[in-house]
């Protein structure tokens, strides 16, 4: 990736002349401003971003941003995304997907993307709900949920985005919310400076549809209790009296109060996102799934790993220098040839 | 013992034998001798979808026939005038296309009891009279090839699996052929084995002299090299061909080249081929599925490449979506299609030519694609080339129809001269100056701007678009003019493709109108028929979306026209609608190619037997 320093851009270069359709108080519009304030800070130039979405109110987003893009067909974002990364991987490709359109038309390619290590940026809008067909459960619906295509609630489990993510061999995970911009914006930021597949999940609040998903963890009252906030070398303290911490037990995590005289801050675990062994990533995707467990935010992996595209790049290279530049002799004659006279 | 030599102008010989006996290996060993030596061929392997179906059974058949001649060829022939067996499935299954006065020549070894039952034959059929009308030549391969690795180090399966270059060999000796190029080529490929390239050498010519030495054989054979014109020759398949065309493209125009393509028979080899070409600057991506595949080329396009999708049957149908994307982004995209037999998985490695209506209308919305076809392997080489050429200067996917009978079959191929074959220009916009994203040139094409380029970002998507500008619009004015110039901008390139030739006279009662893979079976039926005197011409098309402008005066100059598909009548219907008049379809879906005889003997009775 070529870096830039002699251009200074603002949040507002970033925005396109598109008018922004998104229904007011929409979770999108928060993401969208997190994106344009962080670009100017990821050191590439303009013409080097491509936004890539699929199809959903969130992959209007495409529109909103003034850098190249695509807005795709439903699902097939990290494909095409795949595609323009291998063929050009000068440039700084992000994709922009709602729930449905990465993980159940699209979960193939995103699954795939994750396995041989893309070098893509992917900003997951989960707001739990398919906004754009009015309000449908997605795949990371809770089980029982009622909507207009389940009115007795839906029998499915959800997914969950970061243990599928890592499950797929992911290199870097992180989570982070719509109403926290500072925190989305380190998020951001982190994912631009990963090389290889970068996942951010975001939680989005679909006003319309399915209003107050992530209150409880938004919500001034509640927020400090129920988010734990994750950070590379600090102890997972958490709390309005930062008080409660995660250690292990055996192989469970456990929330525990250092007040309290059993445990002290040395007790509690060390985050480490780049631990080789991906065991810890993995409990920490899942604290959330009991609701006594705070919901972590931050980021989960950071490893590094060779990238797909730089691999192919990398072959072609070499054989170049072994073999030569191919030539239209070369091609042709590559087999047994006789000649008639 | 002398030996007779009798002059042919022309032989077709099938070998057959179970899936792991190495019939393909020992029929384009005898391909690449046969193209050396001079003669016009064409290839034929027909190969069962079992990798290794159980032994001695008839589903586990594998084929390959060629047919060499001192003339210009265009088919594999109907009828082999040599059938090599290795074992009594190869004879059932094969014996029906012989003609009385073939020759056989049989494994006798593997006529046991075991393999006579799996073929399904009560008794055994080289000694029930059952083959009185044809020459049988009864050889125990296995144990003469066992006698001649009687002092070998090799394990009795690997010397059993040497038994197909007997029967090379005594072949090479039946048609008077060179053994040095197989020599050759057994000594590069067993260069680290070299007890296997010794035991393959003792076999060969164990086979040759067999034929020379013992008395069964009284006669060989010899073709004269055919008239060829003058030049630097190789063998090529389809599919190898239309791997050269697209590199090809790619060197012409500078521009690399990206295929994201997902395995499928017949289709894979094109990506095997592809992904060798590495100091070429090829990509390959082996998708996760042809969605993938097809999507993640749209992205390279996007990006400024070449981009390539390959497929076959159900992987077309997977492509559908994508190819609406491709034309309302207006990126350049080439999509190839080795048709098999359908639906669904259909017939795996089996020809045939039915997704012609899906490549012309096959979509949601009004969705225009060019789709042109091959007609030859040698000729996939220029309709790749084609392809990109269409698809680059209209920025519009190009839809290009090979079928696994072309794919697989394989004919000498004049190398091209390279300054020959035109230059690709290709334009990336990069002047800021008046640039909207679907603003049209000359050709009504958009412009062609990549990621990279300052000032000219720019967002193109699935949405409509707005004329000129690109914004999404829902205006129902702008919709109905887009979806209008989409097609005109395809109907426009009748203007930049070649008037299609007639192949005989302009006018008369007879016109047989094909597509694609069918040619070479068209094209002998015709000769032979204007031979006898019938008034008949034959038009084959390579552009079949546009259509040749001429072709509708073609038409209009003949009593009948006949249309032989591979399908149920796909190009017929579309003619009868493009021009309002009757057609004739002769079709057939077996799985399997035309012969010549059967279209002669459908234009033979159309004519009424009238010379
Ligand atoms: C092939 C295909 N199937 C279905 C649709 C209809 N569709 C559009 S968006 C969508 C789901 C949107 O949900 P999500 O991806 O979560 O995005 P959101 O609108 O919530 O941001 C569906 C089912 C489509 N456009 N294409
Ligand atoms: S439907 Fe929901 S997700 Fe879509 S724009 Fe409205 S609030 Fe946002
Ligand atoms: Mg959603």
């Given at each position: 990736m070529t870096t830039n320093t002699e251009i200074k851009y603002t949040a507002k270069d970033f925005a396109s002349d598109q008018d922004v359709r998104w229904c007011p108080g929409c979770g999108d519009y928060s993401i969208l401003a997190q994106v344009q304030r962080t670009f100017p800070d990821i050191g590439v130039p303009k013409e080097k971003i491509v936004i890539i979405s699929g199809i959903g109110c969130s992959s209007r987003f495409t529109y909103y941003m003034d850098t190249f893009g695509m807005h795709g067909i439903h699902g097939r974002a990290p494909a095409i995304a795949g595609g323009l990364k291998i063929a050009r991987p000068d440039l700084s490709v992000w994709v922009a997907a709602g729930d449905g359109d990465l993980l159940s038309i699209g979960g193939n390619h995103f699954i795939h993307t994750c396995r041989k290590n893309i070098d893509l940026k992917i900003l997951l809008f989960n707001n739990r709900i398919y906004g754009l067909t009015k309000g449908q459960y997605s795949p990371t619906s809770e089980k029982g949920k009622i909507t207009k295509s389940s009115p007795y609630g839906s029998v499915d489990y959800p997914f969950n985005p970061l243990s599928l993510a890592l499950g797929a061999g992911a290199t870097f995970i992180a989570r982070s919310i719509d109403r926290n911009p500072k925190h989305m914006q380190e998020m951001i930021k982190k994912a631009a400076d990963h090389k290889g597949t970068s996942f951010v999940e975001i939680f989005q609040n679909c006003n319309i549809f399915n209003d107050g998903a992530y209150d409880h963890l938004s919500s001034k009252d509640t927020k400090d209790d129920a988010v734990l906030v994750l950070e590379h070398g600090k102890p997972m303290i958490f709390g309005s009296q930062r008080n409660k911490g995660i250690i292990l037990n055996g192989t469970k995590p456990q929330v525990v109060n250092i007040d309290e005289g059993n445990y002290s801050i040395n007790d509690i675990l060390v985050h480490s996102e780049t631990d080789d062994n991906p065991f810890l990533s993995y409990l920490l995707t899942y604290l959330s799934e009991n609701p006594d467990y705070p919901?972590?935010?931050?980021?989960?992996?950071?490893?590094?790993?060779?990238?797909?595209?730089?691999?192919?790049?990398?072959?072609?290279?070499?054989?170049?220098?072994?073999?030569?530049?191919?030539?239209?002799?070369?091609?042709?004659?590559?087999?047994?040839?006789?000649?008639?006279? | 013992m002398k030996k007779e030599i009798k002059k042919l102008d022309e032989v077709t010989i099938r070998f057959a034998g179970d899936s792991g006996d190495g019939m393909q290996l020992t029929g384009s060993q005898f391909s690449d001798t046969t193209a050396l030596f001079g003669n016009d061929l064409i290839t034929l392997p027909d190969y069962p979808a079992e990798i290794r179906a159980p032994a001695g059974t008839l589903y586990g058949v594998s084929g390959f026939q060629l047919r060499f001649s001192s003339q210009d060829t265009n088919t594999p022939g109907d009828h082999p005038d040599v059938l090599v067996a290795m074992n009594p499935a190869a004879l059932k299954k094969n014996q029906k296309d012989l003609l009385p006065g073939a020759t056989i020549i049989v494994n006798q070894d593997a006529f046991d009891l075991r393999n006579i039952r799996s073929a399904g034959y009560n008794v055994n059929p080289l000694e029930d009279n059952s083959l009185d009308g044809f020459k049988l030549f009864k050889i125990p391969i296995s144990s003469l090839t066992a006698n001649a690795l009687a002092d070998s180090s090799l394990t009795v399966k690997e010397v059993a699996r040497c038994k197909n270059f007997f029967a090379l060999g005594l072949m090479y000796w039946m048609f008077n052929r060179p053994l040095e190029p197989t020599l050759k080529w057994i000594n590069k490929k067993f260069k680290k084995v070299p007890a296997l390239a010794e035991a393959n050498t003792k076999v060969l010519n164990a086979g040759y002299y067999y034929g020379e030495n013992t008395e069964i054989f009284e006669t060989r054979y010899t073709v004269s090299p055919a008239n060829l014109p003058k030049g630097t020759y190789r063998n090529i398949s389809g599919n190898e061909a239309l791997a050269l065309g697209c590199v090809t493209a790619s060197l012409k125009s500078g521009v690399p080249l990206f295929l994201g393509s997902y395995p499928i028979t017949p289709a894979s080899e094109i990506l095997h081929q592809l992904s060798t070409y590495k100091n070429f600057g090829v990509k390959t991506f082996q998708a996760e599925d042809e969605i993938a595949g097809i999507t993640s080329a749209i992205g390279a396009s996007f990006g400024g490449y070449l981009a390539l999708t390959t497929t076959s049957g159900p992987g077309m149908a997977l492509k559908t979506e994508a190819l609406g994307l491709a034309v309302m982004t207006e990126l350049p995209l080439v999509i190839i299609n080795v048709q098999r037999g359908g639906p669904s998985t259909g017939l795996p490695t089996k020809t045939e030519q039915s997704d012609l209506l899906q490549a012309f209308y096959g979509r949601n919305g009004e969705a225009p694609i060019p789709v042109i076809a091959a007609s030859t392997p040698g000729n996939c080489f220029e309709m790749a080339f084609e392809a990109f050429r269409i698809s680059t200067k209209y920025m519009t996917p190009v839809i290009l129809l090979s079928d696994g009978y072309i794919a697989n079959g394989a004919e000498p191929w004049l190398i091209p001269d390279e300054s020959s074959i035109p230059e690709l220009s290709v334009k990336f916009r990069t002047e800021k100056e008046g640039f909207a994203p679907y603003m049209r040139d000359e050709n009504l094409a958009r412009p062609w701007v990549v990621p990279g380029t300052p000032g000219l970002e720019h967002r193109i998507g699935g949405l409509e678009k707005a004329n000129i500008t690109g914004n999404v619009s829902h205006d129902p004015d702008n919709h109905h003019m887009m979806c209008e110039l989409r097609a005109k901008k395809v109907k426009n390139i009748e203007n930049d493709i070649p008037e299609t030739e007639v192949f005989g006279e302009e006018k008369g009662d007879i016109l047989v109108l094909g597509w694609g893979g069918t040619y070479g079976a068209i094209r002998d039926a015709v000769i032979r028929a204007q031979k006898e005197g019938l008034s008949v011409s034959q038009v084959h098309l390579h552009h079949i979306n546009p259509f040749p402008k001429n072709l509708g005066n073609i038409l209009k100059n003949f009593k009948k026209i006949i249309v032989p598909e591979l399908n149920l009548g796909q190009l017929s219907k579309i003619l009868r609608i493009e021009f309002l008049i009757p057609v004739e379809s002769f079709c057939k879906v077996k799985g399997l190619p035309f012969t010549a005889v059967e279209i002669y003997s459908k234009i033979s009775s159309m004519s009424g037997g009238k010379k």
């Open positions: 919901t972590p935010i931050g980021v989960f992996r950071n490893v590094l790993r060779p990238t797909c595209d730089e691999e192919i790049q990398n072959q072609i290279n070499y054989i170049t220098e072994v073999n030569g530049k191919g030539t239209l002799k070369e091609l042709f004659h590559n087999t047994t040839t006789w000649t008639v006279e | -």
